[in-house]
Every structure is written in structure tokens, then in C-alpha cells.
Nanobody, 120 residues
Framework: QVHLVESGGGLVQAGGSLMLSCAASGSIRGIRAMGWHRQAPGRQRELVAS??????PNYADSVKGRFTIARDSANTMYLQMNVLKPEDTAVYYC???????????????WGQGTQVTVSS
């Protein structure tokens, strides 16, 4: 059984910083793209940032220059969030395309989400 577990959310004042982590565990053959999404109350889930297996990042326009996505060789992904704004308040979810067990097929997995609240 594969699990993605996010951590690092919390309450921060506007202008502050937080770092989110997403750890993938279980029987994993390989991981392709990974990404962070967020969903604010009453809004659709949106892509915040993604990173390829080769480490190439992609960012939503709203977070460019403020957020940095990274991943390591231990199946963990990070999101460094700086200069946070109240509009960044949302539940942040990680997802990953990965091969479970001995499978060569990629399946998309999601974490349970972590709350980020930015006060003004």
C-alpha cells in the first residue's frame, strides 16, 4: 500500500514562510511527476507547482518568485513558501504519478492534505 503524507502546514502571518513536505512510502518502483495542489473554501482545486522526475519545476503564475518546489532521492517532495499572502490560505495536497510494487504502470496518488492559513 502506497501512502503520500503531507506535513508542515499551519498558521502564519502575511509575509511569513512555511515549508511543506510530502513523503511517499510503501512499495514504490519509481516516481514520475510530483506536484502540489491547493483548494480554498468554495473554490476548485488548483495546481500550485509540479516537478518532473528530472527535477524540472513548473509554477502557477500566482506563486512564481515566492514558492520553490524540490524533491529528493528518498521519495520526498518539498514546497518552500515565502512572502505568504492571505489568498494562499487553502488545504494543500500533494500528488504523484508512481509505479506501485512490481508494476510498470503509473498510477496517480494523492495525500490527505495539510491546512495552510495566512492571516492578514
Amino acid at each position: 500500500q502506497v501512502h503520500l503524507v503531507e506535513s508542515g502546514g499551519g498558521l502564519v502571518q502575511a509575509g511569513g514562510s512555511l515549508m511543506l513536505s510530502c513523503a511517499a512510502s510503501g512499495s514504490i518502483r519509481g516516481i514520475r511527476a510530483m506536484g502540489w495542489h491547493r483548494q480554498a473554501p468554495g473554490r476548485q482545486r488548483e495546481l500550485v507547482a509540479s516537478i518532473s522526475s528530472g527535477g524540472n519545476p513548473n509554477y502557477a503564475d500566482s506563486v512564481k518568485g515566492r514558492f520553490t518546489i524540490a524533491r529528493d532521492s528518498a521519495n520526498t517532495m518539498y514546497l518552500q513558501m515565502n512572502v505568504l499572502k492571505p489568498e494562499d490560505t487553502a488545504v494543500y495536497y500533494c500528488n504523484a504519478d508512481l509505479q506501485e510494487g512490481d508494476s510498470y504502470y503509473y498510477t496517480n496518488y494523492w495525500g490527505q492534505g495539510t491546512q495552510v492559513t495566512v492571516s492578514s
